[in-house]
């Protein structure tokens, strides 16, 4: 059983950091394509970074220069660093596991940006 649990949220001022933990079992964790998504109130769920099995990565546009995500496949976790944090960056964030072609999803930790 797939299970990703997420760590780190909570309230900061503009301009602020916070770092994201993700803890993951039940899969062989360096063998999968790990990401972080966001969703706002009225708003979709979007990808915020992505991570493959190899290291490599990739942003949305918003986020990048601000937000790094890395893995430590020996703790089977996946990180989000997130510094220069902006209102806009208000949502609950979501661990992601692509395995075998399904999403497995955390239930989410919210981070609210003061300005």
């Known amino acids: 059983q797939v299970q990703l649990v997420e760590s780190g949220g909570g309230l900061v001022q503009a301009g602020g950091s916070l770092r994201l933990s993700c803890a993951a079992s039940?899969?062989?964790?360096?063998?999968?394509?790990m990401g972080w998504y966001r969703q706002a109130p009225g708003k979709q769920r979007e990808l915020v970074a992505r991570?493959?099995?190899?290291?490599?990565?990739n942003y949305a546009d918003s986020v990048k220069g601000r937000f790094t995500i890395s893995r430590d496949n020996a703790k089977n976790a996946v990180y989000l660093q997130m510094n220069s944090l902006k209102p806009e960056d208000t949502a609950v964030y979501y661990c992601?596991?692509?395995?075998?072609?399904?999403?497995?999803w955390g239930q989410g930790t919210q981070v609210t940006v003061s300005s």
């Open positions: 992601n596991a692509l395995v075998g072609g399904y999403n497995y």
């Open positions: 039940g899969i062989i964790f360096g063998n999968h394509v």
């Open positions: 991570i493959t099995t190899g290291g490599s990565t």
